[in-house]
């Protein structure tokens, strides 16, 4: 059971980028996955998490309107696609899948999601 967590970069304020969290071993639309950051010398924070129903929930007010997760069940991926991107965004991006499998649930707590993926680094910087 593995998730892959890419499409990190180097993005100037006001640009964009798509991040993708790809799983293997294991099908991701049975799951509430979340998109969690950690920034230089802080903690953790949640992003946006979106329920294996599809209910989509955004976990830090500074985000909202511009950032948007969704899932491509296909593709077996969750995306999240970032627009008019801020310095502060600047952080290392982690994708996260709860395995217990409650029906349409939204999971916020990051102690509640038990798969993990390494990270991928988002810069923000002119």
């Known amino acids: 059971v593995q998730l892959q967590a890419s499409g990190g970069g180097l993005v100037q304020p006001g640009g964009s980028l798509r991040l993708s969290c790809t799983a293997s071993g294991f099908t991701l639309d049975y799951y509430a996955i979340g998109w969690f950051r950690q920034a230089p010398g802080k903690e953790r924070e949640g992003v946006s998490c979106?329920?294996?129903?599809?209910?989509?929930?955004t976990m830090v007010d500074s985000v909202k309107g511009r950032f948007t997760i969704s899932r491509d069940n296909a593709k077996n991926t969750v995306y999240l696609q970032m627009n008019n991107e801020k310095p502060e965004d600047t952080a290392v991006y982690y994708c996260?899948?709860?395995?217990?499998?409650?029906?349409?649930?939204?999971?916020?707590?990051?102690?509640?999601?038990?798969?993990w993926g390494q990270g991928t680094l988002v810069t923000v910087s002119s």
């Open positions: 996260a899948a709860d395995p217990t499998l409650r029906h349409d649930t939204v999971v916020v707590n990051a102690s509640e999601y038990d798969y």
């Open positions: 979106i329920t294996n129903g599809d209910t989509t929930y």
